[in-house]
Nanobody
Framework: DVQLQASGGGLGQPGGSLRVSCAAS????????ISWFRQAPGKEREGVSR????????HYVDSVKGRFTIFSDNAKNTVYLQMNDLKPEDTALYYC???????????????????????WGQGTQVTVSS
């Protein structure tokens, strides 16, 4: 069975950096997409970034472009989200999620909504404050 474990959250300063990790296990094929979502108090959960481990294709929401980088270390079965130039608005509970089979259709059909994802890790809290 697929399991995802998010970790690495903590307290960051505005302009600083943090890296969150999503350790994955149980995949039997490489046709999946891994995404990071976040949810701040009083706001809806939003997709932040996604990666297709099979070929390294990536996508970012406009608010994090140029600041965040998602990458997959396939040897470690881990997806990372490197967050640079942190802003207070980045404060949220960050989740990683997997959409099984989505890599076969990507990028013709990309999983963007949370209902497209089959497995979710536990959230890791990121707080950006001075």
């Amino acid at each position: 069975d697929v399991q995802l474990q998010a970790s690495g959250g903590g307290l960051g300063q505005p302009g600083g950096s943090l890296r969150v990790s999503c350790a994955a296990s149980g995949f039997t094929s490489d046709d999946y997409v891994i995404s990071w979502f976040r949810q701040a108090p009083g706001k809806e959960r939003e997709g932040v970034s996604r990666v297709v481990p099979r070929d390294g294709s990536t996508h970012y929401v406009d608010s994090v472009k140029g600041r965040f980088t998602i990458f997959s270390d396939n040897a470690k079965n881990t997806v990372y989200l490197q967050m640079n130039d942190l802003k207070p608005e980045d404060t949220a509970l960050y989740y990683c999620a997997a959409a099984l089979g989505a890599g076969s259709w990507y990028p013709l059909l990309a999983p963007e909504g949370e209902d497209e994802y089959d497995y979710w890790g536990q959230g890791t809290q990121v707080t950006v404050s001075s």
